[in-house]
């Protein structure tokens, strides 16, 4: 038996094929991810990679094929 996101329904509504990830400049990065059947999604910014806790938390906006979004201004490197 075929699982759900192996389905031709699936596949039809939530196929992407644009890009995924942090998408970084100098100026601001963009985060996408795919997740379709998330029903909300945060993103955690931590000032250093050491820290257990985020600084900052973002929910990010949830657009078409189950893509969640968030831009954040400035260097995040």
Do not use: W
Request: with cysteine; net charge negative; proline share 3%.
């Amino acid at each position: 038996m075929k699982q759900r996101y192996e389905s031709k329904e699936f596949e039809e509504q939530y196929h992407y094929e644009g890009e995924l990830g942090a998408l970084y400049t100098s100026e601001k990065t963009q985060f996408i991810i795919h997740a379709p059947e998330a029903d909300e999604v945060r993103l955690n910014l931590y000032e250093k990679y050491t820290d257990s806790e985020a600084s900052k938390a973002i929910v990010m906006t949830p657009g078409d094929r189950g893509i969640f979004s968030s831009t954040v201004e400035g260097d995040c490197k």
